[in-house]
């Protein structure tokens, strides 16, 4: 566990960094946001191994909580998907 958070913690750092300021035009948020998102993308790719580890040692039980409360949390931020 305390790979996966150390990993998670360094990886998004730099797309935290990299929010656009307030007063940017559309075209440079729009290009702000490319960066956001290759730079997501990227933290993931790096965290994924941590996490991979991670929920491989849980137990069934564990795994479906898991599987649960990120679920929930999705739903609470975007919405649910049905």
Known sequence: MDTLKTSAVTSFEPVCAELP????STP?????????????????AQVRPAFDTFYASLTEAQQQALNRSISQWQD??????E
């Open 76 to 81: 609470q931020r975007h919405g649910s998907l």
């Open 21 to 24: 300021a307030d007063d940017l």
């Open 28 to 44: 440079e948020r729009l290009d702000q946001l490319q960066m956001v998102v290759d730079s997501s993308s990227a933290a993931i």
